[in-house]
């Protein structure tokens, strides 16, 4: 199971920390991701990371901006978002999965429920 947390209104140029706790798995064996869907828009991956913390991938959007993070002791991957865009604006979900690498929501087979980031100009 997986709880994102920490979204909210931000104004542009903002900063914000999401965190996402996972519990009835042995999280460190899974690459986890951040995702978003803006409303009317598909969602889109956001960033990966490896199990022990390597392994990253971004979305060019979201590039030098965000930083996806993990702290297996405490069951958790967060994503800082800095420099926060009126078009960072979405909810964003957290989800896992069991492969060595992935970063498209189709790899990824565990999902939490979205927390929504509402970035103003």
């Known amino acids: 199971q997986l709880q994102a947390s920490g979204g909210g209104l931000v104004q542009a140029g903002g900063s914000l920390r999401l965190a996402c706790a996972a519990s009835?798995?042995?999280?460190?064996?899974?690459?986890m991701g951040w995702f978003r869907q803006a409303p009317g828009k598909e969602r889109e991956s956001v960033a990966a990371?490896?199990?022990?913390?390597?392994?990253?991938a971004y979305a060019d959007s979201v590039k030098g901006r965000f930083t996806i993070s993990r702290d297996n002791a405490k069951n958790t991957v967060y994503l800082q978002m800095n420099s926060l865009k009126p078009e960072d604006t979405a909810v964003y979900y957290c989800?896992?999965?069991?492969?060595?690498?992935?970063?498209?929501?189709?790899?990824?087979?565990?999902w939490g429920q979205g927390t929504l980031v509402t970035v103003s100009s």
């Open positions: 009835g798995r042995t999280f460190s064996s899974y690459r």
């Open positions: 990371i490896g199990w022990r913390g390597g392994s990253t």
């Open positions: 989800a896992a999965s069991p492969a060595s690498w992935a970063f498209h929501a189709t790899d990824f087979d565990s």
